[in-house]
């Protein structure tokens, strides 16, 4: 413990020295009262393990809370740790006494000198824990709570809702096929069964808020093939002709054969043709077409995503899985420059078709307790060839170069169905603090922030069955109240 002399008692030496010279007569004592919060005030806390664990508990940052006098870790212990038997070291001025009190709900309470017992460990598992200080003058006392807090959940993993997070929105009765693209911010699920079809428009799957109609679609329209493009929307029928819409909901021939649509690169449509038996990457509005290299899916693949590459000059699309000219799945990464087309994958996942793709993060805790997160992808769901249908979490943390299998904690919970050729979205939630002891004593504390979720829609069982629920899943990291 570091001491330090209040200057009000130096001022009181001073004039008690002073006054030892003058005579018994001219002696008047001066009555000071020692009201300032300075002198009982908690300027530093800091933890100490009392047995050696490797851990630097040491490194833990505590805030002092002086108007609430409350003292407490912002950044939260993993789960599992153990708060007894603790060594503490408190930064104080001079004071009379400094004691830890430790209250329990079933046994008798435990006080602990501390300017008397450095050394003395301190139960912080106790049901309260207080720390009570006693100016130098024995005229101010403050109780300061302390809280050491634990993480309830573990950051480093995925929370799931235990029951679905909301029905698919849909007219239709009996859904069988569904699809859902993102267009100028706005999100649209197209569903059919086949001869009816819905068309649900939201700005975020959070907010449960839908605007949902019937719309028609072209005779033998593959909902699957359900893809935006330069502020349009496209859709395959079953003969592989392209067709385009302002508004998904009137359509008209855009002239241009594909059998299967793999997303948006910029404003341009890329996707694949067949012709006299061979297999072509194509573009709408047209360009030249150049004939697919062997093993690149040209079927079932995932969506599409954009990235910059600080490889490339040029945007970079990505596609994961899918079912290859010969019928074999892949399980690799491909990726598509604006001029070529090659396979990124050095260490692909098992081979799937359907499988749902999306940019996350991961979260990790290092030995200071300091929990970090890193933007990664995430690959879930699909079909291998022996018809199974498996949802082990795969995660890639350079753009589908190397996948890896996601720890534990990251796998998916028993609430959310295995599934093949389901979508999987994020969107991003506003969170608010509830506990206003939780909030930090910033100029601007945070109140609210921003949360992005996973949603999972749309899908078949292996067995065949429709999905016709939506789920939701959040890194536990980031639904914690954020850092200051």
Known sequence: MKFKLPIIILAAAITAGLASCNSDDDYQMEV???????????????????????????????????????????????????????????????????????????QETKTIEYTDNLSDSIDFGADKVLLRVVSYSKKVMREYTVKINVHRMKPDSLAWDESAFAAMPTVVAAPAAQKTVELNGSLYTLSSDGSAASLAVTGNFGDKAWTTSAVSLPAGALVESFSTAGGSFYILDNADNLYKSADARSWTAAGASMCHIYGAYGSTLVGVKKAAGKYYHVTYPSTREVEVAEGCPVAATSALLSYDSKWSDSEMVTFTGGRAADGSLSGATWGYDGSAWTKL????????????????????????????????????????????????????VDRGVHWTKADASFQFSRFAPELYGAQAVVCTSTLYVKDPEAQS????????WECPYIYIIGGHTQSGRFNNSIYRAVLNQLSFIPLQ
Do not use: W
Request: proline residues 3%.
């Open 32 to 106: 000071i009262e020692d009201t300032s919060i300075g002198n009982v005030e908690v300027t530093s806390f800091t933890l100490k393990k009392a047995s050696s664990s490797g851990i630097h508990f040491d490194s833990v940052f505590f805030s002092i809370d002086l108007d609430k006098a409350i003292i407490f870790n912002a950044d939260s212990l993993p789960v599992g740790t153990s708060v007894g038997n603790m060594l503490a070291e408190v930064e104080l001025p001079t004071v009379d006494k400094a004691e830890f009190v430790m209250q329990y709900d079933d």
């Open 441 to 448: 004593r910033a100029v601007k504390p945070v109140t609210s």
């Open 345 to 396: 994958s050095v260490d692909a996942m098992p081979a799937r078709e359907g499988i749902a793709v999306c940019s996350y993060y991961t979260a990790s805790v290092n030995n200071y307790y300091e929990t970090s997160t890193r933007e990664v992808l995430y690959a879930f769901g699909g079909r291998k060839a022996d018809g199974s249908v498996n949802n082990t979490l795969y995660i890639s």
